[in-house]
């Protein structure tokens, strides 16, 4: 009996440190695809869904790898210290094995979708693997690195439905995903109090005035080069103005993030997006307008 709960458990804790909650970051690789007008069609969608599933496996291999790194650090924190592996319900040895066997299920998965897909894949590993080790712990760097996973997803969904990816789209990408970055920083700024360095050494050398600033030289850019794609594929594509509207959705998202992030709330930030009622309705609304604009 004993034995079969403690199995019981290390299966459900194996569960919980693949983090499915975070996969919801992977849907960024529907985004470009969509962008692209080809979610239609079933061979492009399959394309994508193959490129989901390979961030999905080896984003997982990667908080695996990062929480036996961190194992000592997570013991002190307030919440990390209930992880799996930080509480000892998984065993640092089966954490090895799992992460090993989720990053070459991951990485195979995408190259059976093809080269490219591969190459950004294995790119977001070793970029989250060097943060994991070293790269967290340069001020400004991280920063530039949690951003830069946001976008290898977004242009791993361009390689893995075979589209193109234009100017504005990495603009977007880029400034949204430093917005989404710093927004983090801040809120873990404001929740650790002053056991922030000692849990983050970044955290000690950011403000919380430097990152509101960085925070709002990145909505102001994400927010004007989306409303200058909008018009301009709009003016493309012609028809009714479905993706100028789309803009307004998009603005709330944005300015209500912002207001989560300022109230302390968004150092996770699936957990904003999974649980905060008007994101969601802003989020179907962005959809809505966007589907009508592009595919009808």
Known sequence: ??????????VKGLVREARPKQWAKNV???????????????????????????????????????DILDVESDRKHPTKS???????????????VVAGFLFV???????????????VVVGYAVLTTAYSF???TIPVVDLVVLSAGFILRLLGGAYAAQVGVSDWFIIISLFGSLFIASAKRYAEKQELGDGAAELRPTLGEYSSEYLSWVRGVAAAAVLMSY?????ERADIIGGTPWLQISIVPFLIAVLRYALLVDKGEGSAPEDVILHDRQMQVMGILLVICLFIGIYL
Do not use: D, H, Q
Request: hydrophobic share 55%.
């Open 1 to 10: 009996m004993g034995s079969t709960g403690g199995s019981s458990s290390l």
């Open 28 to 66: 960024l690789v529907f985004v470009a695809p969509a962008a692209a007008g080809v979610l239609n069609e079933w061979y492009y969608f399959r394309l994508t869904l193959m490129g989901f599933v390979a961030f999905c496996l080896v984003s997982s291999a990667t908080y695996y790898l990062n």
């Open 82 to 96: 209930n992880r799996p592996i930080a509480s000892g319900v998984v065993p640092i040895p089966v954490a090895v």
């Open 105 to 119: 299920a991951g990485v195979s998965v995408a190259a059976l979708n093809g080269p490219n897909l591969a190459a």
């Open 134 to 136: 070293w790269l967290k």
């Open 227 to 231: 409303c200058l794609w909008a018009v």
